[in-house]
């Protein structure tokens, strides 16, 4: 079957005519090369079936290198650090190895597709398309260069590797998608239909099974790009309040019969179906605007190994030499509240939110060449051990599309934008980039304990570790108005109506962004229209009647419209401090983990032969009295954060608990102290205390032997004395008690120690340890001499 080459400016509706490619693809099919049908379920087991059985392909292991769930596991179990690079060198060897497999350019052509079929398939349930772009990337340059296809090109294989460049191609305009971007998602989508169409032409003029397969694939994916393209034409019209009608229904009902669509791609046409469908009813009513606002994008974490002082002590030191990171704060301010007022300025040093603040550069988003964000940036740090890093702006003129998108910008899956740091030189791809590289690698680097910083004794202690928190995007909104539709402008000095409280702002068409939390996915620019509204959870009346605070899984979104700013301002320090618990709790949970691990090695350490046992009991009693006072530390603050101590005002003491119970940190607090007192409760010490027990009471056994043997040795000297018995046969009995003696003293004493290697250490360190006794007397004696009057 031929498809005839469409032109780039096709509409749907006129595709629609083309012959549909359900009727197989014709093609010179050779006795190794089984004939391929585009979309046909079968044939991709055919293909399976002939690498694994006629070259010794393992196609699991192929593709299993899309997968990486496994191998995050594998390579990190607390799922701290990324593990990109290994998955990619994994993969690359992988593909190396099954590439020298496929010695004929049928059976490599067939290779490709199978990486096509297994990089789709992975594309349908990953977020991390950045590793699977780069995994495709990677397999296309290694088999270039193994197959040395630049010297020596094959059409068949160079058809099969363009259609898996395609699916890239078709990953980019998604990334674009979730950029919220119009102008980048309109650049990409014509991209990609422009490529289909120079494919479409060239697996045409090849012919062939491969040839086939490409026209037959690529003719149905153009034809699904040139709807998507119609789509959003039409949803643009319809958000413009253009009269421009498109009967997706009937289009989409011709095209289902006549392309045999897959369902993933049905959905996304049915997604945006839908969206242009709820549009159309949302015009009759009023649209919500955000005239003055602002957004701040928080990324939370804790610290484990170092404490708050050593914490501000070594920043200020490091930061203040040269060369100091990628990105170097512009000022260090030991008092970062803004609103510092509303916290009790009676608590103690240790237990204030209140801390230490370095101030960044500021951070620019290049979302397209018309939109730049900048955006102030900031890491904080606190006593309480409430860390985070945090950056804002002010918005104006955002409507629902606008807004949809600014709040997704924090989010991992993210589309790719330009992030820059002034004076920093790095670029990022995305803000989260940003904020990985900035917590996970410079800061670790920095809070390092040195000699240099902290004297000799400091690099002796442990590893400085961060944990990140979940992002959350906080939202105050200012002053919102009425309108029309999207992109409605005023006209002259008409004055459009403000929105006076929260109830009025959830009426409007686009309340729903405010509703939800910030997506993780997007089908088209319009998501926002079919957002559900069950998701968050509402609270009414903090101050003034009407005003609202919406907290979400992920976002909290504050209306105090008819109240001054610094009422609402107060409101936004308090649900910034309650979203950045999440990264003070992730580092309270990881010790509890490092605990756990910690006592099991000792444990196991100790049953081993040759160890140093009173070394491991030693150890046990310091993670013990650690854990002590860490139990103290966290059940104080815990206290406290449901104190009324810790606000000066009650109305925000109450609005402090009040988020607490919205977003679930009551929830995660009580699981984290049923974990620690099961963590309290545990009976490894007790355990190990008995082991102790028991190895000392053989201490006390030799000693019993030996003076039972010293016993013995008398009552024999005395029985000899006495004329009793023959002296050789007395003095073979003294012989045989003290050899009894020597023994057995000698084995209990080697039990006590853990092996006969240990023993020898020990009677070998035995001199060291008297001479460091002694010197420990005369200090003491010197010391007391001192302290004398």
């Known amino acids: 079957m031929s498809h005839p080459s469409m032109r780039p400016n096709e509409s749907a509706a006129d595709a629609a005519a083309v012959p549909s490619p359900r009727g197989g693809v014709a093609g010179s099919a050779s006795a190794a090369v089984p004939v391929l049908e585009a979309r046909d379920m079968a044939v991709q087991r055919l293909i399976e079936a002939h690498l694994r059985d006629r070259c010794g392909v393992d196609t699991q292991a192929v593709r299993d290198c899309f997968i990486w769930n496994g191998l995050q596991s594998e390579v990190d179990p607390g799922g701290e650090s990324d593990v990109e690079e290994e998955f ?50 990677r397999f296309r340059d290694l088999v270039r260069r193994a197959w040395d296809l630049d010297g020596a090109p094959d059409v068949s294989v160079e058809l099969a590797l363009r259609l898996c460049d395609l699916v890239r191609e078709e990953i980019a305009l998604e990334d674009a998608l979730k950029t919220g971007s119009r102008p980048r998602y309109t650049e990409a989508l014509d991209k990609v239909i422009g490529s289909c169409a120079g494919l479409l032409h060239d697996a045409g003029a090849e012919g062939g099974p491969v040839g086939g397969f490409v026209e037959g694939e690529v003719a149905v994916r153009r034809q699904y790009h040139l709807v998507l393209r119609d789509l959003h034409r039409a949803l643009v019209a319809q958000s413009s309040g253009q009269r421009e009608r498109f009967e997706v229904r009937k289009v989409l009902r011709r095209l289902v019969n006549a392309w045999p669509f897959s369902s993933v791609e049905l959905s996304k046409m049915n997604a945006h179906r839908q969206a242009l469908e709820r549009l159309r009813e949302a015009q009759k009513d009023k649209w919500m605007r955000i ?50 007022d509303i916290w009790e300025p009676r608590l103690e040093k240790e237990k204030r939110f209140d801390g230490l603040e370095l101030v960044l550069p500021k951070v620019r988003l290049q979302v397209d060449g018309d939109t730049v964000e900048e955006l102030n940036a900031a890491l904080r740090f606190s006593p309480m051990g409430v860390h985070s890093l945090r950056l804002e702006r002010n918005v104006e003129d955002l409507y629902p599309s606008q807004l949809h998108a600014a709040m997704f910008r924090a989010a991992r899956e993210h589309g790719t934008v330009e992030v820059s740091c002034e004076g920093s030189g790095a670029v990022w791809d995305r803000l989260s980039r940003f904020a990985r590289d900035l917590i996970g690698r410079q800061l670790p680097e920095e809070l390092a304990p040195r000699a ?88 009414w009346n903090q101050r003034n009647q009407g005003d609202l605070l919406i907290s979400t899984e992920n976002t909290t979104v504050i209306a105090a419209l008819d109240a001054p700013n610094f009422i609402s301002g107060d409101l936004e320090a308090i649900a910034e401090f309650t979203a950045c618990l999440s990264g003070m709790l992730a580092a309270w949970n990881h010790q509890l983990d490092a605990y756990r691990a910690g006592v099991a090695e000792i444990i196991a350490g100790y049953a081993l032969p040759g160890a140093d046992r009173t070394a491991q009991m030693e150890a046990m009693k310091r993670k013990r009295m650690q854990m002590l006072e860490f139990e103290g530390e966290t059940r104080q603050v ?55 027990g028991d190895r000392h009471q053989r201490v006390r056994d030799s000693l019993t032997a030996a003076v039972s043997a010293l016993s013995v040795c008398a009552a024999i000297s005395i029985w000899q004395a006495a004329g009793f018995w023959s ?35 020990f009677l070998a360190d035995a001199p060291a340890r008297a001479v460091r006794r002694a010197h420990l007397r005369a200090a003491r004696l010197r010391l007391r001499r001192i302290a004398r009057p």
Not at 303 to 330: C, M, N, Q, W
Not at 749 to 760: A, E, I, R
């Open 727 to 761: 002296p050789a046969g007395w003095g073979a009995a003294t012989v045989v008690v003290a050899a009894w003696a020597a023994v057995y003293v000698a084995a209990q004493w080697v039990s006590y120690n853990g092996g006969l290697w240990s023993t020898v250490r």
């Open 452 to 539: 240099d910083l902290d004297g000799a004794a400091a690099v002796e202690g442990p590893p400085v570790c961060i944990h990140r928190g979940r992002s959350h995007v906080l939202v105050r909104v200012l002053r919102a108005s009425e309108r029309d539709r999207e992109f409605d402008q005023t006209l002259g000095d008409e004055a459009r109506p403000l929105v006076q409280d929260g109830r009025r702002l959830l009426e409007l068409t686009g309340s729903s962004v405010l509703l939800h939390a910030a997506p993780d996915a997007k089908e088209s620019l319009w998501d926002w229209i079919r957002l559900a509204d069950d998701h968050s959870k509402r609270i």
């Open 291 to 340: 005239d003055e606002g602002r957004i701040v994008y928080l990324f939370p974490f804790g610290v484990t190994g170092v404490d708050y002082e050593a914490i501000r002590a070594r920043l200020k030191r490091s930061f203040a030499g040269p060369g100091a990171g990628a990105v170097r704060p512009l000022a260090v301010i030991d008092h970062f509240t803004y609103h510092a």
């Open 638 to 692: 815990i206290a406290l954060l449901h104190s009324p101590g810790l606000l000066r005002s009650p109305s925000n003491s109450a609005s402090l608990r009040r988020l607490l119970a919205a977003k679930h940190i009551d929830d995660q607090l009580e699981g984290f102290s049923a974990r620690l007192n099961e963590v309290m409760a545990d009976q490894s010490e007790a355990t190990l205390q008995r082991w102790e």
């Open 88 to 137: 990619l060198h994994r993969a690359g060897v992988e593909f190396e190895r099954q590439a020298a497999l496929t010695p004929t350019p049928a059976d490599r052509a067939l290779l490709c597709l199978w990486v096509h079929h297994s990089s789709v398939r992975a594309w349908n349930h990953t977020y991390r398309v950045d590793m699977l772009m780069k995994c495709m990337a």
